[in-house]
Nanobody
């Protein structure tokens, strides 16, 4: 059974940084594509970033590219997202997700962690 637990959310001022972590259970973590999504109040959930199974491929939403960096440590079953130059518009619940079957769909989701950026 796949379980994802996000850590590292919190309150930060504009221009500050946070690092989110997502620890996954499951023997085949190193074969999964992993992603980060977010949902702000009153808005739909949106894609933020993704990373291929090897870490060799990374993908970002236009509005975070250059500020956020996704990475992974397969030995620790963990994916990270370093978020720099945070803006109030980045305030949202951030979710970690796993694409296990290689279909492009994310079948498993974490419970989310709140990130609040104050102006």
């Amino acid at each position: 059974q796949v379980q994802l637990v996000e850590l590292g959310g919190g309150l930060v001022q504009t221009g500050g940084s946070l690092r989110l972590s997502c620890v996954a259970s499951g023997r085949a973590f190193s074969s999964w594509t992993m992603g980060w999504f977010r949902q702000a109040p009153g808005k739909e959930r949106e894609f933020v970033a993704a990373i291929s199974w090897s870490g060799g491929g990374t993908y970002y939403a236009v509005n975070v590219k250059g500020r956020f960096t996704i990475s992974r440590d397969n030995a620790k079953n963990t994916v990270y997202m370093q978020m720099n130059s945070l803006e109030p518009e980045d305030t949202a619940v951030y979710y970690c997700a796993a694409s296990v079957h290689g279909s492009g769909a994310y079948e498993h989701w974490g419970q989310g962690t709140q990130v609040t950026v104050s102006s």
